[in-house]
């Protein structure tokens, strides 16, 4: 009977180890993914609307597209402060990306 009731409270102890650690390595898993996107950089001027939504904070669908729009009327962005020139689009929000925005002008052959 005690050693019945020993594999059951081993077996228990075991069962709830491993499936601590497997919420574990999930969590971890989560907050890797997380910090690679919020790290992404985006090319300002290769970009669909898409991709910078998906990359800058603070930017939508809708200001995405009006960075689109403004690139394909004026040109390609050069620095932030031409960036700045899209409506709706700030300094504060310029300021909080700056480290994820890239400006490599595409070559036109």
Not at 38 to 63: F, H, P, R, W
Request: proline share 2%; charged share 20%.
């Amino acid at each position: 009977m005690r050693t019945r009731i020993f594999h059951a409270i081993a077996f228990s102890a075991a069962l709830l180890t491993t499936t601590s650690l497997s919420v574990i390595a999930k969590d971890a898993d989560i907050d890797s993914s997380t910090a690679s996107s919020s790290q992404q950089t985006v090319q300002i001027n290769q970009a669909s609307a898409e991709e910078i939504a998906d990359a800058l904070e603070g930017v939508g669908m809708n200001k995405a597209q009006a960075i689109v729009d403004y690139r394909n009327m004026y040109g390609p962005f050069t620095s932030l402060a031409t960036l700045e020139a899209v409506k709706g689009i700030g300094v504060k929000t310029v300021e909080a990306n700056s480290a994820k925005i890239a400006f490599d002008v595409p070559i036109k052959k």
